[in-house]
């Protein structure tokens, strides 16, 4: 899997775009010593891993500012950043006879990281367009709004986007479905992109995007898919944030939403939106280690994944694959006396995934192999023996095979972390000074690059995880 494929950057279009609702502040001041090294390591890690070399300071400091202070880790804000660039450097490409010096204009203000100027003119472009001055056929017109819709993403403008999007469906009169249901295929498109990729702006625009469809509908159908639209997109959000509140909320809105669907007739909708709702309770579990949710999340899932529709949809299947191996899992932690009966069910349903996803799939596929290395670590600590050891170590190096310091640098750190301590583990079993080698030079890295971008929390279990190996290094 290439870099790209986990930090893809825009091809100059919504599918490819992603931003907040209030424009972003390109100017957000370091509140802290934790922000402040996040913003050094994206920095550093921007300038040795991706293609900036002709990205000026200022744009990519501004891009660093606005997207890394609201982003929750490092390997999320890269690739809004590297998305971002992207988008800059093909508005550039972009030529419409018509409005002579207008990206010209764009590119010196985004070159200076003044996103909002350059969001404002490409506004008026597009009004005095719309004005008939200049006169634009279609497809300029057409050209004229994914500039402007590129460009509110760098503004971090999501209502903005989303509205140039449905004027344009309205606009289009060469396609047959109404706008809403236009609108509401885009806002399923950008909530894939979030669950592939990991870029949380698109949900913001997708929330946008379904709220305009919502107002706009013009049957039962169409308001019960912009509810669930609305729902979904709220759900990620909260997820991104962190927010157990935003989350509760969501999870009731969806519920909603998923009645409204079975009402309408939308079977499919109803059932893809019930794993959800199990994938959503499984977060709560692990936001919340005493909640009660991860029973009810664990029959919800053997309901659904009973239900042959959801196999249509490999992502979905996977996806909820990979959420009921986790709420396995979880479940497992609380009562470790249902481990050896549980785990070779968390196993299979890792395995399940694994088997509909691709590494192209992204982070979906990711995390059904990182899922499969985790419970063959817990099956490897719960039951020790060297075959069970192997195991687990091989399907973390598979997963490691796929990440990267400059790709994924979060994902890249837990994960030897979790190695080290299987190798640690591994250690004590056998009594082997290779395994304890091993564990140490995984801890090493993991905490290398923690100390860099990872939060104070992560980077002190690292630390702990370190001294522990080093005291029994003492021992031997």
């Not at 931003?19 to 100017?27: A, C, K, P, Q």
């Not at 057409?142 to 509205?163: F, H, K, N, P, T």
Request: hydrophobic share 40%; proline share 3%.
């Amino acid at each position: 899997m290439t870099d790209r494929q986990f930090a893809r950057a825009g091809d100059g279009g919504i599918a490819n775009a992603g931003v907040m609702h209030v424009r972003g502040d390109v100017n957000v001041g370091v509140r802290d010593e934790e922000l402040h090294r996040k913003f050094d390591g994206l920095s550093h890690i921007l300038r040795q891993n991706y293609n900036t070399k002709d990205v000026p300071d200022e744009m990519l400091e501004s891009l660093t500012r606005s997207v890394g202070s609201t982003a929750v880790s490092a390997d999320e804000a890269l690739r809004e950043i590297d998305r971002a660039i992207g988008i800059a450097k093909t508005n550039r490409s972009r030529r419409i006879r018509k409005l002579g010096r207008l990206l010209d204009d764009l590119a010196s203000l985004n070159s200076t990281g003044r996103f909002n100027e350059a969001a404002d003119l490409v506004e008026d472009a597009v009004s005095s367009a719309e004005a008939g001055e200049p006169d634009l056929a279609d497809e300029e017109y057409s050209r004229l709004i994914d500039i402007a819709m590129d460009q509110l993403c760098l503004a971090r403008d999501a209502a903005g986007v989303a509205e140039y999007f449905f004027r344009r469906a309205v606009r289009d009169q060469s396609n047959e479905a109404s706008p809403e249901m236009i609108a509401l295929e885009k806002v399923g498109q950008l909530l894939e992109e979030t669950q592939r990729h990991g870029l949380p702006f698109d949900s913001e625009i997708a929330l946008q995007l379904a709220q305009i469809a919502e107002d706009e509908a013009e049957s039962n159908e169409e308001v019960a898919l912009a509810r669930l639209g609305q729902a979904k997109a709220k759900l990620s959000l909260g997820f991104s944030a962190e927010d157990p509140a935003q989350v509760d909320a969501a999870v009731a809105d969806l519920m909603g939403a998923a009645e409204s669907c079975r009402q309408t007739g939308l079977d499919d909708e109803f059932v893809k939106a019930n794993a959800v709702i199990a994938a959503a309770r499984v977060r709560i579990a692990e936001m919340r280690p005493n909640s009660s949710d991860i029973r009810g999340a664990i029959e919800l899932f053997e309901f659904v994944l009973a239900d042959g529709r959801l196999r249509s949809d490999k992502r979905a299947w996977g996806r909820a694959q990979v959420s009921y191996g986790t709420a396995i899992r979880i479940l497992i932690r609380g009562t470790p006396q249902l481990g050896p009966a549980m785990l070779p069910k968390a196993l299979n349903a890792s395995e399940a995934a694994i088997r509909v996803l691709s590494p192209d799939d992204g982070i979906e596929w990711l995390q059904a192999q990182l899922l499969k290395a985790n419970i063959l670590s817990d099956a490897a600590i719960l039951s020790p023996s060297p075959r069970a050891f192997t195991d687990a170590e091989g399907a973390y190096r598979t997963a490691l095979e796929y990440l990267t310091p400059g790709n994924a640098p979060f994902g890249w750190a837990i994960a030897n972390c979790a190695l080290a301590n299987l190798c640690f583990n591994a250690a004590r079993y056998s009594r082997d000074p290779r395994q304890l080698a091993a564990a140490a030079e995984h801890c090493a890295e993991g905490r290398r690059v923690l100390s860099r971008i990872g939060s104070s929390v992560q980077l002190r279990q690292a630390e702990q995880l370190e001294a522990e190996i080093s005291k029994v290094y003492r021992q031997l």
